[in-house]
């Protein structure tokens, strides 16, 4: 089985931000490519700083975790946690969703904290794979973040997906997706635009200035043959 995978992203500015503390990193290594969201909490000054400790913390120690059989997920983010509490970054804190993908095996794992999200995205719709961490009455309000305390390896639980020979898998922030919830059929139908370059033009018009927050987006193609 060999894995033909293409994708695309990108990043946009607030309309009502001074800065865009939204990130996208993506870490493609031999063996498998890891695809992260990260939405630095508004509230915090130091969030940028918060994202970028853990990048690092990733960057230099994914191997130690997902270089085996069986990738962990859920104490690589333990330990970026870890890390980024440890570090000299106060009042710094970033919602995160990410996709891992294997390269050699037909596997996907996700894992998320806060309201940063995984969709698959299917013909007839998109299903949210991810469940936001916030309370009903107020979903503006994350209750789980990095950078926050007395996290055990339970909280970065995650989740493997069953995936098809040509599947595609939708990772954004929440000021991507509060755009998309707005004409949702029109952006459900661009989402499975055949030819990503497409995509990425018309989510640029859709995106700019239409986003009073930060709004990230990654796209990926998985195709098994």
Known sequence: MELFLNYVSDTHKGTKKDINK????????????????????????????????????????????????????????????????????K?????????????????????????TRVYLVQKQFLEQITKDHNPASASNVVTKYLGMLKYTQADFK?????????????????????????????????LNFKKLGNLKNFLQKEIVQNNQDDASYIVINLNYV
């Open 22 to 89: 939204d990130s996208i990193f993506i870490l493609d290594r031999s063996d498998y490519v890891l695809f992260i969201v990260f939405d630095g909490i508004s509230s915090t000054p130091n969030a940028v700083s918060a994202i970028n400790k853990v990048k690092y913390f990733i960057d230099q120690n994914d191997g130690l975790f997902l270089g085996t059989r069986k990738p962990d997920l859920s104490s690589l983010m333990l330990k970026a946690n870890e890390f980024l509490l440890n570090s000299n970054v």
């Open 91 to 115: 009042d710094g804190a970033t919602t995160y969703a990410l996709v891992y993908v294997d390269k050699k095996e037909k596997l996907v794992e996700v894992s998320n904290l806060g309201d």
């Open 158 to 190: 995650s989740l493997q997906l069953k995936i098809e020979d040509h599947q595609r898998l939708l990772i954004c922030s929440d000021g991507f997706y509060e755009v998309m919830e707005k004409e949702p059929s029109k952006m459900h139908r661009a």
